[in-house]
């Protein structure tokens, strides 16, 4: 099946700083690409919708400005957490949705981030 | 508004038992897919079984199938043969056909006794 390599897993950063988490598509084109964030023993909450080559769209309530996500290509899109805080610690999951493909999407395994 | 419901926040099975996940949605559109993902210790979403809403037949993959009921709008998941590495996280989503936005219900946590 397709893969998904988010990366990285782990990331503790001191509060002020920027984190970029990547997610990249390794055998196949992502025409999409969303971005989840996941606070401990809840569901997934999405954040935006990137979509190669254009602006992502921002969900309600998610700062455009404190999570910058870059969809340059069609394998690669990033998140970078600006000016990181504690309260930006939790779980980040991404996961791209196939060009031409059929209602599927893949996910990669997440990155836990964690600011001092 | 589009929502999904998981009423059960926890459940146990017995190894080598059955064990059926409940999810109701609501929507007031026609075409749309349901999907059980799985989410392990380890994070990683998987993909379980995915039911779309023009098929009558119940989606079966292996041990599990699902029980769609489209005017109760019911999804419900069940899994035979319970494994000790069925334990985790199981979400229930949805989304209309053509948009990926998944929708996702709160989850239950499976426990499996050995």
């Known amino acids: 099946g397709a893969v998904v390599s988010q990366h990285p897993s782990r990331v503790i950063c001191k509060s002020g700083t920027s984190v970029k988490i990547e997610c990249r598509s390794l055998?196949?084109?992502?025409?999409?690409m969303f971005w989840y964030r996941q606070f401990p023993k809840q569901s997934l909450m999405l954040m935006a919708t990137?979509?190669?080559?254009?602006?992502?769209?921002?969900e309600q309530g998610v700062e455009k400005d404190k999570f910058l996500i870059n969809h340059a290509s069609l394998t690669l899109s990033t998140l970078t957490v600006t000016s990181a805080h504690p309260e930006d610690s939790s779980f980040y999951i991404c996961?791209?949705?196939?060009?031409?493909?059929?209602?599927?999407?893949?996910f990669g395994s997440g990155t836990q981030l964690s600011v001092l | 508004a589009q929502t999904v419901t998981q009423s059960q926040p926890e459940m146990s099975v017995q190894e080598a038992e059955t064990v059926t996940l409940s999810c109701t949605y609501d929507?007031?559109?026609?075409?749309?897919?349901l999907f059980w993902y799985k989410q392990p210790p380890s994070r990683q979403m998987i993909l379980v079984i995915r039911?779309?809403?023009?098929k009558q037949q119940n989606a079966t993959e292996n041990r599990f199938s699902v029980n769609f009921q489209k005017a109760a709008k019911s999804f419900s998941l069940k899994i035979s043969d319970s494994q000790l590495g069925d334990a985790a996280m199981y979400f229930c989503?949805?989304?209309?056909?053509?948009?990926?936005?998944?929708?996702w219900g709160a989850g239950t946590k499976l426990i499996i006794k050995p």
């Open positions: 996961s791209a949705r196939e060009a031409g493909g059929n209602e599927k999407l893949f």
């Open positions: 055998d196949f084109q992502a025409t999409t």
């Open positions: 990137s979509n190669e080559g254009s602006k992502a769209t921002y």
């Open positions: 929507t007031s559109e026609s075409d749309y897919y």
């Open positions: 039911q779309e809403a023009y």
């Open positions: 989503a949805y989304s209309p056909r053509g948009n990926y936005q998944l929708i």
